[in-house]
Antibody, heavy 117, light 107 residues
C-alpha cells in the first residue's frame, strides 16, 4: 500500500536550516509528484511546493527564496530543505502524494518542527 | 493567490444533525475543490475531490456540491466519529490554497 514516512529533526535553531526526508513506498516517484504542506495554529495549512514526477519543481512564491525540494528516484526519497528558519516557521511539516490532480489522498505522518534557541 | 474562505471557524452540533460547511473561493475554481477531515494528531484525510466525488471508503453520509466560487460539504445524520475539523482546498491554480478550517464540536 502507499506509504510516506518522514524523518527529520524536531528542533531547529533560529536562522538555521530544516531538512526532512520523505521515504515513499507502494508507488514510484517517476509516476507521481510529492508535495510539501505545513500546518501551524497561526497560519493553518500552507502549500509549500512540489517536485513532479519528471523532477521539475514548483514553489510557493512566499518561500521560493529559501526552499529546495529534490529527490532520488532509486531510493524512493524526496528531500525538503528550508533555510533561515524563524519562530513563525514552527509548524507540522507534511509530505503528501499528488493524486490524479493536485489533491492529496496520501500523507506522511508529519514532522513537528519547533524553531527555538 | 486564490483565497479560500470558510464562513464558520467552528460550530456546535448534535449527533444526528445535518451539517453544512461552506467554502468560498475568491475566484472561479471550476470545481477543482477537495475536502479534508482532520482529527487531532492526524494528517488530513481526503473526503471529496472534484467538488462532488466521494473517495473510496468515505461514508455516504458525506457529500459535496457547488460550482464556480461557492462549495458545500454536507454531512447527513452526524456521527460521533465525524466530530473533527474540515478543510477545503482549491487546486485550480498554484499556489494551492486551503480554507482556515471549520471545527465541529458537540453540544
Amino acid at each position: 500500500q502507499v506509504q510516506l514516512k518522514q524523518s527529520g529533526p524536531g528542533l531547529v535553531q533560529p536562522s538555521q536550516s530544516l531538512s526532512i526526508t520523505c521515504t515513499v513506498s507502494g508507488f514510484s516517484l517517476t509516476s507521481y509528484g510529492v508535495h510539501w504542506v505545513r500546518q501551524s495554529p497561526g497560519k493553518g495549512l500552507e502549500w509549500l511546493g512540489v517536485i513532479w514526477s519528471g523532477g521539475s519543481t514548483d514553489y510557493n512564491a512566499a518561500f521560493i527564496s529559501r526552499l529546495s525540494i529534490s529527490k532520488d528516484n532509486s531510493k524512493s526519497q524526496v528531500f525538503f530543505k528550508m533555510n533561515s528558519l524563524q519562530a513563525d516557521d514552527t509548524a507540522i511539516y507534511y509530505c503528501a502524494r499528488n493524486y490524479y490532480g493536485n489533491w492529496f489522498a496520501y500523507w506522511g505522518q508529519g514532522t513537528l518542527v519547533t524553531v527555538s534557541a | 493567490d486564490i483565497q479560500m474562505t470558510q464562513s464558520s471557524s467552528s460550530f456546535s452540533v448534535s449527533l444526528g444533525d445535518r451539517v453544512t460547511i461552506t467554502c468560498k473561493a475568491s475566484e472561479d475554481i471550476y470545481n477543482r475543490l477537495a475536502w479534508y477531515q482532520q482529527k487531532p494528531g492526524n494528517a488530513p484525510r481526503l473526503l471529496i475531490s472534484g467538488a462532488t466525488s466521494l473517495e473510496t471508503g468515505v461514508p455516504s453520509r458525506f457529500s459535496g456540491s457547488g460550482s464556480g466560487k461557492d462549495y458545500t460539504l454536507s454531512i447527513t445524520s452526524l456521527q460521533t466519529e465525524d466530530v473533527a475539523t474540515y478543510y477545503c482546498q482549491q487546486y485550480w491554480s498554484t499556489p494551492l490554497t486551503f480554507g482556515a478550517g471549520t471545527k465541529l464540536e458537540l453540544k
